[in-house]
């Protein structure tokens, strides 16, 4: 089952998957083929707001570096610049994307590590653009019948209300 991953901050660049690469304070137990679902928001929800899934990943590559790296000027900036955009920042300064999203969001320094995780979009897993997996016709058809996991198939109460038929087989209401 994929771990949940929110990318409020991408959301856009995820459903045009233009987003390959996120850094994380933590995160360190991942490890390639590990697969995500990436989402538009996961904690924080209000009581009842649904759960959107963007897509489903697996993780290509793991690593441990510290935020200084992307402030590097000189040769390593061309590197920087190609990481923020795969991040979803295309254009976006790499000195700017550290100051924004770790040092004042996070209260880090940039000497800091944080884990690098690259990944690669599993096919047939993101809906097209608007559409996300809350709509039922993205949802794909479950591989195991309900008869093999529960012993009986959903609709096999007969003419009974549920109720009636948890009352009269299993005495409960």
């Given at each position: 089952?994929?771990?949940?991953?929110?990318?409020?901050?991408?959301?856009?660049?995820?459903?045009?998957?233009?987003?390959?690469?996120?850094?994380?304070?933590?995160?360190?137990?991942?490890?390639?083929?590990?697969?995500?679902?990436?989402?538009?928001?996961?904690?924080?929800?209000?009581?009842?707001?649904?759960?959107?899934?963007?897509?489903?990943?697996?993780?290509?590559?793991?690593?441990?570096?510290?935020?200084?790296?992307?402030?590097?000027?000189?040769?390593?900036?061309?590197?920087?610049?190609?990481?923020?955009?795969?991040?979803?920042?295309?254009?976006?300064?790499?000195?700017?994307?550290?100051?924004?999203?770790?040092?004042?969001?996070?209260?880090?320094?940039?000497?800091?590590?944080?884990?690098?995780?690259?990944?690669?979009?599993?096919?047939?897993?993101?809906?097209?653009?608007?559409r996300t997996w809350t709509?039922?016709?993205?949802?794909?058809?479950?591989?195991?019948?309900?008869?093999?996991?529960?012993?009986?198939?959903?609709?096999?109460?007969?003419?009974?209300?549920?109720?009636?038929?948890?009352?009269?087989?299993?005495?409960?209401?």
């Amino acid at each position: 089952m994929a771990r949940l991953m929110s990318v409020a901050m991408t959301t856009t660049a995820v459903i045009e998957r233009r987003k390959t690469v996120t850094r994380r304070k933590g995160w360190t137990f991942l490890k390639p083929g590990d697969r995500l679902a990436l989402c538009q928001k996961v904690r924080g929800r209000k009581p009842g707001e649904p759960l959107v899934r963007l897509a489903e990943v697996e993780v290509v590559g793991v690593r441990r570096e510290p935020l200084s790296w992307l402030r590097s000027p000189g040769a390593a900036l061309w590197w920087a610049e190609t990481e923020i955009a795969a991040e979803g920042f295309p254009g976006m300064d790499p000195r700017d994307f550290v100051q924004r999203f770790f040092i004042d969001a996070q209260g880090m320094s940039p000497d800091d590590e944080v884990t690098r995780i690259e990944w690669r979009y599993l096919p047939d897993t993101v809906p097209t653009p608007g559409r996300t997996w809350t709509d039922p016709s993205v949802l794909a058809m479950p591989q195991v019948r309900w008869s093999d996991l529960f012993g009986i198939d959903p609709g096999f109460t007969g003419d009974l209300t549920t109720d009636e038929y948890l009352e009269a087989n299993r005495g409960e209401a």
